[in-house]
């Protein structure tokens, strides 16, 4: 029996976020040593809130670490409209009871500390603003060589963005630490915008959804509402991405991925390019590879995963509360 892949999960919950962490915090094949706030769909202390009601909420079999989101320039100066999607907490206003905690570390030591107890061992998936992972590699100049795999749920290669014509929302947000990373020795996996767009979730999804007496079912059937409206009044279309979740996807069934090595940036400046992903695409390119990038994936195995992944997650929080 293979051994369950260690991982943190960097989020900034957000309802796909929230989709994520229901799925890989039951998965057999994920070992979830810890979870780490950061802002980006809601402020950085709304962000620790919502993860650590998510986490207490659907009460894993083994609670993992938590790391507290810190404030940040790039977090200051972001635009607010940019967190309207699921709400001004993220949630859709769900409200989920948390109880208050005196203290909590802040997410970069806890990335440094479960790297360095587990060197090589330690996939991060970075779902996201890459503001914890660069804090974190600039806190142990180490740590990039010390981790297993980063999986970045971001950028696009030839797609437009998603927050501007050029950008992606969570490289948008911190430029400047998605440069850091992307520059730095780690190994790295960029699950792009040309991949995630690709799958739509319809409403026809809450027929398939784990039953409302479940935690992940009442969890996501609270939830889940306010993404198909934000998405039907933002982007006009009757379904939602779900991008975070098919990062996860990459993680746990990478054969089901199409991925090639590129040598990728970020643009830090311009008026229209900041947070704007570019790879060096041509024959020859100028830098050395620096990143695998999925380009493709096969879209309906994939979408069979997530619906039969939520529906075990449910299944095993039922027999582990037995």
Same mark, same amino acid.
């Given at each position: 029996m293979e051994m369950a892949r260690k991982v943190i999960l960097d989020v900034d919950p957000g309802v796909d976020d929230a989709l994520a962490l229901s799925f890989a915090l039951f998965h057999p094949g994920l070992d979830v040593v810890a979870v780490t706030a950061v802002g980006g769909n809601c402020s950085p202390a709304q962000a620790t809130r919502n993860m650590q009601a998510i986490v207490e909420g659907l009460d894993p079999p083994r609670l993992p670490r938590m790391g507290a989101a810190s404030e940040s320039?790039?977090?200051s100066g972001r635009p607010a409209e940019g967190r309207g999607l699921y709400g001004p907490d993220g949630l859709g206003g769900a409200d989920l009871p948390v109880a208050e905690r005196?203290?909590?570390?802040?997410?970069?030591?806890?990335?440094?500390?479960?790297? $360095?107890?587990?060197?090589?061992?330690?996939?991060?998936?970075?779902?996201?603003? @890459?503001?914890?992972?660069? $804090?974190? *590699? &600039?806190?142990d100049p180490e740590l990039p060589s010390l981790v297993g795999r980063v999986v970045i749920a971001g950028g696009a290669v030839a797609v437009s963005g998603n927050y501007t014509a050029a950008a992606e929302f969570n490289i948008h947000c911190d430029?400047?630490?998605? &440069?850091?990373? *992307? $520059? %730095?020795?780690?190994?790295? #996996?960029?699950?792009? @915008?040309?991949? #995630?767009? +690709?799958?739509?979730? %319809?409403?026809?999804? *809450?027929? &398939?959804? =784990?039953?409302?007496? #479940?935690?992940?079912?009442? @969890?996501?059937?609270?939830? @889940?509402? %306010?993404? /198909? $409206?934000?998405?039907?009044? +933002? /982007?006009?279309?009757?379904?939602i991405h779900v991008h975070d979740t098919i990062t996860l996807m990459a993680v746990l069934? =990478?054969?089901? *991925?199409?991925?090639?090595?590129?040598?990728?940036?970020?643009e830090t400046m311009g008026e229209l390019t900041t947070g704007m992903t570019v790879f060096d695409r041509r024959r020859i390119p100028s830098r050395q590879y620096n990143m695998e990038v999925a380009m493709d994936l096969e879209k309906e195995k994939v979408i069979e995963k997530i619906i039969r992944g939520l529906n075990s997650a449910a299944g095993r929080e039922e027999a582990s509360a037995e």
């Open positions: 320039e790039a977090d005196q203290h909590m570390l802040p997410a970069e030591k806890v990335i440094c500390d479960q790297v $360095r107890a587990a060197p090589d061992a330690i996939t991060i998936v970075a779902l996201g603003p @890459l503001t914890n992972i660069a $804090r974190a *590699f &600039q806190r430029p400047v630490a998605a &440069q850091a990373v *992307f $520059r %730095s020795a780690s190994t790295k #996996t960029l699950i792009p @915008l040309d991949v #995630t767009n +690709r799958i739509t979730l %319809s409403y026809d999804l *809450f027929n &398939q959804l =784990p039953d409302e007496s #479940t935690r992940v079912g009442a @969890l996501l059937r609270k939830i @889940l509402p %306010s993404a /198909f $409206r934000g998405y039907r009044q +933002r /982007f006009g279309i009757e379904g069934y =990478p054969e089901l *991925f199409m991925a090639q090595e590129m040598a990728g940036n970020v």
